[in-house]
T-cell receptor, first 110, second 114 residues
Framework: KNQVEQSPQSLIILEGKNCTLQCNYTVSPFSNLRWYKQDTGRGPVSLTIMTFSENTKSNRRYTATLDADTKQSSLHITASQLSDSASYIC?????????FGAGTTVTVRA | EPEVTQTPSHQVTQMGQEVILRCVPISNHLYFYWYRQILGQKVEFLVSFYNNEISEKSEIFDDQFSVERPDGSNFTLKIRSTKLEDSAMYFCARGRRGVNNEQFFGPGTRLTVL
């Protein structure tokens, strides 16, 4: 069964600090891995997408890594801002089907 | 500019009533998806729709659910007889097949069943 596990479940950081979110997956066959940002009451918005051959992908202050051997990914947020407060969801695609993680809720405080 | 719009943004209904959730893709894509997210839980796949037909559905998508594209543009999800446990956010997504299987999510409809 395809599964996507994320950690931590939630975290609180001070504005300007960095944080790293983790994603472990058991999805086969692997097509790609995305990180989505979901603001409260809104739909998910894609931040990064990584295919099997990619190790690192950056989008502004978001940097995602992928280790396809260990089936792990991380999302690093640099110099956090208040607007970064949201749920960050790891989504793995296999055969056009998306498997969602439960998300990590990030709260950035001034 | 949103890729997908959904109406209504919030729907409150009585248990046993029928509801229709609507999705309007901005671009003329062929692939559409419905997902739901119960409060505090992960996003769950309901159904995918390609070329005016259901291409895949999950265990959640039982006989009380149906999807249509009645006018070739709007994409609807109908729940025939709502239950309390149907209360959730329902997201429509449009997509395109390819290496990355890009999917663009709408803002969602919050359904509250009383």
């Amino acid at each position: 069964k395809n599964q996507v596990e994320q950690s931590p479940q939630s975290l609180i950081i001070l504005e300007g600090k960095n944080c790293t979110l983790q994603c472990n997956y058991t999805v086969s066959p692997f097509s790609n891995l995305r990180w989505y940002k979901q603001d409260t009451g809104r739909g998910p918005v894609s931040l990064t997408i990584m295919t099997f051959s990619e190790n690192t992908k950056s989008n502004r202050r978001y940097t995602a890594t992928l280790d396809a051997d260990t089936k792990q990914s991380s999302l690093h947020i640099t110099a956090s801002q208040l607007s970064d407060s949201a749920s960050y969801i790891c989504v793995v695609t296999a055969d056009y089907k998306l498997s969602f993680g439960a998300g990590t809720t990030v709260t950035v405080r001034a | 500019e949103p890729e997908v719009t959904q109406t209504p943004s919030h729907q409150v209904t009585q248990m046993g009533q029928e509801v229709i959730l609507r999705c309007v893709p901005i671009s003329n894509h062929l692939y559409f998806y419905w997902y739901r997210q119960i409060l505090g839980q992960k996003v769950e796949f309901l159904v995918s729709f390609y070329n005016n037909e259901i291409s895949e559905k999950s265990e959640i998508f039982d006989d009380q659910f149906s999807v249509e594209r009645p006018d070739g543009s709007n994409f609807t999800l109908k729940i025939r007889s709502t239950k309390l446990e149907d209360s959730a956010m329902y997201f429509c997504a449009r997509g395109r097949r390819g290496v990355n299987n890009e999917q663009f999510f709408g803002p969602g409809t919050r359904l509250t069943v009383l």
